[in-house]
């Protein structure tokens, strides 16, 4: 068994960005974890292996609770109990409450009701673009899609969506330059949600958000600030995820002409070629933080109780020892083959995955059937990405049509 590192390696973002498979394996190759520190001065533990990264999502000791980080360990965005007390913050007993609470009433008929609007969306938000021949998929379709369809499932009006999609972005990844945003959009953040919920409180109607309103005021086991941090953590990471799928997804396929071929000649098998994209290039790169409560061995290194351990979900879809040819973009490879990790695992595993794939499957869907011609609008070197290394995605995707 091997003592913990006494040298943390340095991350190079700038790798983990612009190539993270590539940096990754290298990582994976020299061994099953590392401790590290990353571009933010963060120490923390990453585990790069499939069966190491899977095995800890759903291991028990994992906490996902910031009381069991060691003292002066982990640096994380300062939240407000309002927004801070959801899921990705709570081991069970709590998080056992209120995944039960939101599961009740994040039903498969209230999903399933949405395919109609998603599509209108798609539709209208098409219906702008083409007739300039071109346009730049994220901003113009890939994140109002998502915005769209949460605001409708969580019945909030389109005049009330303010400037949500900033305020994310600011969260997601703080711009160094201005480092009064994301504390900005915090509270910006904050405020729209409780006007948000005191208007559900006189105006009720047939939502999700109404819905947990009354599981809130019913007197049962939801306090305010849970219900708070609910709202948020179903509008951010409904917003984050399912933008970066659609625009990831797309720039694979363009980049892989005959896997898009054959994807327009067997539009049926749409619904698993959604499973191959996000093992392909995936929205989240690290799961959520976890801190153990004991010493924990990985590889046979021993990680101290407390300390921050990161899972590389990016590694572990592209674990050779897993995933056959895990370079390869392969639309017709059985979903059971890769058993993918892009949703989690275990008891944390993403509660609004079906409502992502709907949405993804029929943003892809409609981008193949109307627009037949669709390509880059600049050259594949020229596009950049989020500068972060906790989340994947395209900050602009030109295309011409």
Known sequence: MQAAAETPESVDLAALV??????????????????ITTPDGLSAWVVTGYDDVRQLLADPRMSLSKRNARPGGYRGLALPPALDANLLNLDPPDHTRLRSLVTKAFTARRIAD???PIQRIADRLLDASIPRGHAD???DYAAPLPIAVICELLGIPETDRGDFRGWTDALIAPDPARPSAAKEAVGNMLRFLHQLIAHKRTRHADDLLSTLVEVRDGGDRLTEDELTSLVFLILSAGYENVVHLIGNGTLALLEHPDQLRTLREKPERLEGAVEELARFDGPAPLAIRRFPVEDVTVGGVTIPAGETVLLSIASANHDPRR???????????ERSASGHLTFGQGIHYCLGAPLARLEVTIALDTLLRRLPHLALGVPRERLRWRPTIRARGLLALPVTF
């Open 137 to 139: 998929l994220i901003a």
């Open 323 to 333: 995933i056959p040819q895990p370079q390869r973009l392969d639309l017709e490879r």
């Open 18 to 35: 612009a190539d993270p498979y590539t940096a990754y394996a290298r990582l994976r190759d020299a061994g099953p974890v590392h401790r």
């Open 114 to 116: 949405l395919r109609d």
